[in-house]
Structures are given as C-alpha cells and as structure tokens.
C-alpha cells in the first residue's frame, strides 16, 4: 500500500512539470491552514484564531501576492488568469485585517460586534477561494 501510493508520486513528480506539482501542493498547504482557522473559529479559541489566521495570512500573500510568481505556477493555457491570484490576496490580507483588529479591538466595539465582525470576514476569505477556483479551476459546461 505504502509502497504503491510512493511509486504514485514518484510517477507524479516524474510526469508534471514542477510548476504544477508546486501550486497543487501550496494550495493543499494553504486549505490546510484555512481549515485550522475555521476549527479555531468553530471551537470559539480566540488565540487559535489568531495564532492560525497569522499563518494562514503570511503563506497566502507569498502564494499569491505576487503575480510572475503565480503565472509560472498556472498552466500555459491559464496563464492570462493570473491576475486574479492578485485580486485574491487582495481580498484576503482585507478580510484577514478586519480579523486581527478585531482581535487587538482597535476600534473599540463590543465583543458581540467584533465576533460577528472576523466571523463574517472569515467568510469572505473562503469566498475568495471559491471565486478564483470558479473562474481559474473550475471548467462548468452549464
Ligand atoms: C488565484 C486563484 C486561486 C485562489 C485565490 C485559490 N486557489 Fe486553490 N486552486 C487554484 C488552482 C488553479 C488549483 C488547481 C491546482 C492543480 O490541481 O494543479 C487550485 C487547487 C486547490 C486545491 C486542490 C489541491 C488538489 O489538487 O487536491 C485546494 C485544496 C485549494 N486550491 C485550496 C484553496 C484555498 C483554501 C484557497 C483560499 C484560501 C484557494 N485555494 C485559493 C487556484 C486558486
């Protein structure tokens, strides 16, 4: 079994040009960081929040903050689909700073409001992903 799923990758990396193997694997790595924020978010862990959300931030803006980065990423026929990476960590460093000042109560709110504030952008975050695998990934016939 174990044996099996290593020639798999082995075969993997073999076959798919490093650009592709590096953008699955940054964005497996980064599903895993935003499901550390949800779980935090979920169990009410304030400093989990915070602690994730920082992660989970700095890879996202390396991933796609920068565009040549993401366009030698992308495959040739996506290329020109790049700039949404760009419009995506845009809306994410957003919606993640509304959850860090939420957190430090930069603009003096209630605790009740500040919850309600950095849940709502955290799905606002999840809805950046979803946009860009709609437009970039995704491939809907109808
Ligand atoms: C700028 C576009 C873009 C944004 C923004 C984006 N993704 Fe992706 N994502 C892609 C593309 C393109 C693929 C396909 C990569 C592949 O399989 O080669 C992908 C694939 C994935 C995969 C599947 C990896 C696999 O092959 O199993 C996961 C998980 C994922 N993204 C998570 C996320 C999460 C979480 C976010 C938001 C924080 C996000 N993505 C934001 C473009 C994007």
């Known amino acids: 079994m174990l044996k099996k799923t290593l020639i798999g990758s082995l075969i993997f990396l073999l076959y798919t040009p490093l650009s592709a193997y590096d953008l699955r694997s940054n964005m497996l790595q980064l599903g895993a960081e935003l499901a550390e924020v949800q779980k935090s978010f979920i169990a009410s862990d304030q400093k989990g929040v915070e602690d994730s959300i920082k992660r989970f931030a ?14 030698a990423m992308l495959p040739a026929n996506k290329k020109h689909k790049a700039s949404e990476a760009v419009m995506s960590a845009q809306i994410i460093s957003h919606n993640v700073q509304i959850i860090l000042d939420a957190i ?15 849940q ?13 695998h709609n437009i970039v990934r995704d491939e809907y016939k109808q």
């Open 120 to 132: 709502r952008a955290y799905t606002y975050i999840e809805h950046a992903c979803f946009r860009c």
């Open 58 to 71: 700095q890879h996202s803006q390396d991933l796609l903050g920068d565009k040549d980065n993401f366009t």
């Open 104 to 118: 430090e109560n930069k603009r003096n709110q209630s605790g009740i409001v500040r919850r309600e504030e950095a």
